[in-house]
C-alpha cells in the first residue's frame, strides 16, 4: 500500500520547490486580477489584447489561466499596460 501525499495547495503538488510554488501562486493571481478585469470592462479578446499590450493568441492563454506561459514580469507589465498598480505584500509561511 502506498502512502498518500497531503499538499497545502496545487501549486505545492505540482512544483519542485516552495519557491516554484509561490511563483506559481503569485502568477495565478495576477492573472485571475487581470482576467476579471477583462470581463467587467466588457472587452472583446482582440479589444483586451489592444489594452494590454498583447497580441489575442496571448490573452487568450492569459484568460484560459495558462500560468506556465507568462512570467510575473510579463504580468506586471500587462497589468500596467491596464491602468493598475501591482501591489506585492509578505506574509509569514
Same mark, same amino acid.
Given at each position: 500500500m502506498s502512502k498518500i501525499e497531503s499538499y497545502a495547495s496545487v501549486w505545492d503538488a505540482i512544483a519542485d520547490t516552495p519557491e516554484q510554488a509561490a511563483n506559481l501562486r503569485a502568477r495565478a493571481e495576477l492573472m485571475q486580477k487581470i482576467a476579471v478585469i477583462?470581463? $467587467?470592462?466588457g472587452w472583446t479578446q482582440a479589444e483586451a489584447a489592444s489594452h494590454c499590450g498583447v497580441t489575442q493568441p496571448r490573452m487568450n492563454d492569459l484568460l484560459r489561466g495558462r500560468?506556465?506561459?507568462f512570467s510575473l514580469d510579463a504580468l506586471v507589465?500587462?497589468?500596467?499596460?491596464?491602468?493598475?498598480r501591482v501591489h506585492v $505584500?509578505? $506574509?509569514a509561511a
Open positions: 477583462v470581463k $467587467e470592462s500560468v506556465s506561459r507589465n500587462i497589468a500596467t499596460a491596464i491602468g493598475r $505584500e509578505l $506574509e
